[in-house]
């Protein structure tokens, strides 16, 4: 089998690092570059165990440090630092893989690198498609790249649709389910004094902050729906959101004879990160089976709009222009970073988002630089809203 070369951007997050567990069972991947953002501690340990080519951190002082640490221990490991090394060690020609699962719009430009590059990529950074989901799948198309979603929903469906070869002809229905989150039995009003610590507390996965914070206002439901249009290139009305509070379905398809193929599973990032390290093939995930005398019920119902009114939201922003799904995220990311910092409540987050959504400019989006333009203005115009809020 020749050797694969991965590179990890993101490695010390949730995704990251189960990643790595899921990838020392094999001996065909060599990691190339393993990318932080502040964790140089948990970084310096990846690095003398997986004993990658570059490290990225995100600043001088820390590369530095880290460098001084990594030749105290007789490692070879270069250290880098900033977005463009990402950008960097993402396309590097020797590179064959890349796991893209830096959080937000921070990973954009090296996840668009990556695929520009013809990699195999492995996307966990659903931001990158939500913020430029047309420019990425061309840069796909372009360069030959494959993608294959890591994010659990998105595996499942493409595990669902299998051979289809068709989509839009074979495909009624995909029924993306979410567990609903922390407060899928609050009432509305309830929401508004919730603190940070109860929102990070999802029922049923671990995850890093910023998602367990969009998985309570379901938030990640709505970029999801965005993301699924473009990884599988239909139209968000053959979308439908399933609340399907044990987390078990992963994701279903109906097919035009009425068939639905559902994935199950344990709600256990390594599953579908073993899916993509391993296609087309299988391997051992390290994660235990489902115990069906164990299982009681599973239950499916369908979301309350008015609970959640960012799934609302996020339909029209799927069926409208590209710019708002910039402003959507670019917002969203602002928000949960003030509500974690407690300085709005947490249905602030909801109101500042419905603001910078409609107001937001709608210019022409060719490059990533106009994306990512078009997203530091969003996000100024998020911070002006925080005032309003508070
Ligand atoms: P996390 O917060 O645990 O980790 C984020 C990683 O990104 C860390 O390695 C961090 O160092 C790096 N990072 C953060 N800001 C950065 C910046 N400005 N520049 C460079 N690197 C930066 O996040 P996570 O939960 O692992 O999520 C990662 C991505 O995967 C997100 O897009 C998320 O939506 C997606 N995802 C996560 C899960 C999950 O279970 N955690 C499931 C599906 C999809
Ligand atoms: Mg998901």
């Given amino acids: 089998m020749s050797a694969k070369w991965l590179t990890l951007l993101g490695s010390t997050g949730s995704i990251g690092q189960s990643t790595l567990e899921v990838i020392a069972q094999r001996s065909d991947y060599q990691i190339y570059a393993l990318t932080a953002h502040q964790n140089m501690e948990l970084l310096f340990d990846q690095c003398q165990r997986f004993r990658p080519r570059y490290a990225v951190l995100g600043s001088k002082l820390l590369a530095e440090s880290l460098a001084l640490r990594l030749d105290a221990n007789g490692l070879q490991t270069s250290v880098l630092f900033g977005e463009q090394a990402l950008v960097d060690v993402a396309s590097d020609s020797d590179v064959t893989h ?71 002809r074979e ?29 990070c507390r999802h029922p049923n996965w671990v995850m890093g902050q910023k998602i367990s914070i969009d998985s309570a206002t379901m938030m990640n439901k709505g970029l999801e729906l965005i993301e699924a249009c473009w990884l599988f290139d239909v139209a968000p009305q053959k979308i439908e959101f399933v609340i399907h509070p044990q987390s078990i379905v992963h994701s279903m398809v109906e097919f035009q004879d009425a068939s639905v193929i559902a994935q199950l599973g344990q709600p256990d990032m390594k599953t579908p990160i073993a899916h993509v390290l391993a296609f087309p093939d299988r391997m051992e995930a390290g994660v235990s089976g489902l115990d069906f005398s164990q299982l009681s019920a599973l239950e499916f119902r369908s979301p309350d709009f008015a609970q959640f009114p960012l799934l609302a939201l996020a339909r029209t922003v799927a069926e409208g222009h590209q710019s708002l799904a910039i402003a959507f995220n670019a917002a969203n990311e602002v928000a949960v970073d003030a509500f974690l910092a407690e300085e709005i409540p947490f249905l602030g987050i909801q109101r500042i988002i419905a603001t910078v959504v409609a107001q937001a400019p709608q210019p022409e989006l060719n490059t990533i630089e106009d994306v990512l333009t078009l997203d530091r203005v969003c996000r100024t115009m998020a911070e002006g809203a925080l005032h309003i809020d508070g």
């Fill in 98 to 168: 890349v796991m893209a699962a830096i959080v937000g719009g921070a990973g954009l430009a090296s996840s668009f690198a990556a695929a520009n590059n013809g990699k195999t990529v492995f996307l966990a950074n659903k931001e990158a498609l939500v913020m430029a989901g047309s420019l990425l799948m061309d840069a796909v198309d372009r360069s030959g790249a494959t993608l294959l979603p890591v994010d659990s929903e998105h595996n499942a469906i493409f595990q669902c649709l299998g051979q289809s070869s068709e989509v839009g």
């Fill in 171 to 199: 495909v009624r229905r995909i029924l993306l389910t979410g567990s609903g989150g922390p407060f899928l039995e609050r009432s509305l009003s309830e929401l508004e004094h919730v603190t940070p610590a109860e929102a």
